[in-house]
Antibody, heavy 127, light 107 residues
Framework: QVQLQESGPGLVKPSQTLSLTCTVS??????????WNWIRQLPGKGLEWLGYISYSGNTYYNPSLESRLTISLDTSKNEFSLRLTSVTAADTAVYFC???????????????????WGHGNLVTVSS | DIQMTQSPSSLSASLGDRVTITCRAS??????LVWYQQKPGKAPKPLLH???RLQSGVPSRFSGSGSGTDYTLTISSLQPEDFATYYCQQYTTYPWTFGRGTTVEVK
């Protein structure tokens, strides 16, 4: 069974850097076809995809955050991390890590799905 | 970015009711759509991919349909465990985007 677990501080001061780590068990982060993502849920609002890192270390970021966001991989620890700089109150959210599987369906061909998620880490930006 | 608009934002229903939720994309997404269910304090759980294909282990009372820009999620007979918030998400074009959610509440 694949499990993901976020870890990191629950409180960050404005203008500082938010750092979170996602530890993966039950799957190797080196597995082809898997993409390791960060998604956040703003208070009382919907879900926002932040970006991913692939098994090979390629990254893709949401353009709305690209200038402040870095996602990295540590294959020796089977974990990946998020770093978001210059945070403001607008970055207060529950941060989820999730695996996106790229798989194949007989009828529709290639598809992608966030199939495993962490429990979420509430991060509050406040002085 | 592709905007995903869900309707209604919330609905009240009774056990056994048939429930339909709509998701409209701002441009065609070629069935590249996932429906998720989220319960309070939990992570979202995928229900269907490719708009209409059930994820493994998901009950058959959940179904999806649609094409182009318009998609629907249907629960054929609402069960107690189905009271939750449902989100659609497109994976046609980066950045991946989600709808704002539809909350199914007890009537």
């Amino acid at each position: 069974q694949v499990q993901l677990q976020e870890s990191g501080p629950g409180l960050v001061k404005p203008s500082q850097t938010l750092s979170l780590t996602c530890t993966v068990s039950g799957d190797s982060i080196n597995t082809g076809g898997s993409y390791w993502n960060w998604i956040r849920q703003l208070p009382g609002k919907g879900l926002e995809w932040l970006g991913y890192i692939s098994y090979s270390g390629n990254t893709y970021y949401n353009p709305s955050l690209e200038s402040r966001l870095t996602i990295s991989l540590d294959t020796s620890k089977n974990e990946f991390s998020l770093r978001l700089t210059s945070v403001t109150a607008a970055d207060t959210a529950v941060y989820f890590c999730a695996r996106q599987l790229k798989a194949y369906d007989d009828l529709w061909g290639s598809y992608r799905v966030f199939d495993y998620w962490g429990h979420g880490n509430l991060v509050t930006v406040s002085s | 970015d592709i905007q995903m608009t869900q309707s209604p934002s919330s609905l009240s229903a009774s056990l056994g009711d048939r429930v339909t939720i709509t998701c409209r994309a701002s441009e065609g997404i070629s069935h590249n759509l996932v429906w998720y269910q989220q319960k309070p304090g939990k992570a979202p759980k995928p229900l269907l991919h490719a708009a209409s294909r059930l994820q493994s282990g998901v009950p058959s009372r959940f179904s999806g349909s649609g094409s182009g820009t318009d998609y629907t999620l249907t629960i054929s007979s609402l069960q107690p465990e189905d009271f939750a918030t449902y989100y659609c998400q497109q994976y046609t074009t980066y950045p991946w985007t989600f709808g704002r959610g539809t909350t199914v509440e007890v009537k």
